[in-house]
């Protein structure tokens, strides 16, 4: 196994074995987790190891959590978890990289806030940017400088610009999609690109026992944040995907309702990333709050929104978000619908390509959870800040 560190177009990251997202990590990732669990064998596992390490690692600067050395790393320890030492040598040389990788991207993000310039989702976010990036060093290397660094960087990013409007430190001066305009840019709320993935990490991090300075501060001021633009409704409390200049001026969302019930943008991973802020800062309330609002938006009006089976914003992703919730809640209230969520997962066709975010082996992942009634092995769900 090598690594380089050339460019890559996004034609090709989606093509790539490479991809976690999208490619042949996925699958490795599956075979993995059923070969721990007795549902596969390790030769399959190694099969598709060996396709998604075929070419070299790359290792460049645009490599994040789902694409390239860190993609790979994140699976190679989850064969690990055992505690037997597979791929020992390649995760070794591939952990310097990532550690190189890690220490570079946030001496660019340094320099970007010395400047004053805004953020993009390529710098924090989870899929490639940094926050990914700590959720596998959390995961797998809990005890590193650069874990402690990192965790340092995302608290500084919570804080407010000093402009006239207050921006969010994570605000962005582009658009959360090409055919979404957002004019003068936009504050992102959800799990994948914005404040919730921000939040579970720092809360993540502080329920395992590090923490930074002000890191606390951070998470009341992100908790604060969702409670000022919490949205109720008759089937529960809901928040805008994201917010915009004119949003923040006139004090309200654009948007007009609760959007549909996903992990990446919609009110399961925001209700999941703010109970585990409030179990790790000791604040009942604001779990059975955070509690509550999750389990509102399993009733089957909401579920019936859901028209697409994988993990991004499928009945995959909210399966396996509400599983890790209903693991830490005060109440039995998640709990109880799992078995009819299950169901819908057993019964949802799955896609047949490959990538955990949309594709089948996301779906399988989440099967394997509902079928064993048990934490994933690998603990693979910890690449979407939900454990």
């Not at 070419?55 to 994040?64: E, K, N, P």
């Not at 806030?113 to 989702?121: S, T």
């Amino acid at each position: 196994m090598t690594a380089a560190s050339g460019q890559l177009n996004a034609a090709a990251d989606e093509a790539d074995g490479q991809s976690l997202a999208t490619g042949g990590v996925g699958p490795a990732l599956l075979a993995i987790e059923q070969a721990l669990n007795g549902a596969g064998t390790w030769a399959t596992a190694h099969r598709l190891v060996r396709q998604a390490t075929s070419s070299s690692v790359d290792a460049g600067r645009h490599a994040g959590l789902y694409y390239g050395a860190p993609a790979i790393l994140f699976t190679l320890n989850a064969a690990a978890t055992d505690g037997h030492e597979r791929y020992a040598a390649a995760r070794r040389y591939l952990t310097l990289h990532v550690r190189r990788l890690v220490r570079e991207r946030l001496i660019d993000a340094d320099i970007r806030m010395r400047h004053g310039r805004a953020a993009a989702f390529a710098e924090y976010d989870l899929f490639y940017g940094l926050t990914g990036l700590g959720a596998l060093l959390l995961r797998d290397l809990p005890d590193s400088d650069e874990l402690s660094d990192l965790l340092t960087y995302i608290t500084r990013l919570t804080e407010p610009h000093t402009d006239e409007q207050h921006l969010p430190g994570w605000w962005v001066d582009h658009d959360p999609d090409p055919t979404l305009p957002t004019p003068g840019g936009h504050a992102n709320l959800g799990m994948a690109h914005g404040a919730s993935g921000l939040l579970a990490l720092l809360a993540l991090a502080l329920r395992a026992g590090w923490q930074v300075e002000r890191q606390a501060e951070a998470i009341e001021r992100l908790c604060s944040w969702f409670e000022r633009w919490q949205q109720d409704s008759m089937h529960g409390p809901w928040w805008p995907q994201w917010l915009t200049r004119d949003d923040l001026r006139i004090g309200g969302p654009a948007q007009d309702g609760s959007g549909r019930p996903a992990w990446c943008y919609g009110t399961p991973g925001i209700a999941r990333a703010l109970q585990l802020a409030a179990i790790a800062t000791h604040q009942p309330t604001r779990q059975a709050a955070a509690e509550a609002a999750l389990a509102a938006s399993l009733s089957c009006t909401q579920l019936d929104r859901l028209t697409e089976p994988g993990i991004c914003h499928g009945v995959a992703g909210l399966y396996a978000t509400a599983y890790r919730a209903a693991r830490d809640a005060r109440t039995s209230d998640i709990a109880a619908q799992l078995p009819a969520l299950a169901e819908r997962l057993r019964c949802i066709s799955s896609p047949d390509h490959a990538g955990l975010l949309t594709g089948r082996p996301g779906c399988s992942l989440a099967s394997e959870t509902a079928r064993t009634n048990t934490p994933p092995r690998t603990r693979w769900d910890a690449c979407l800040l939900i454990a």
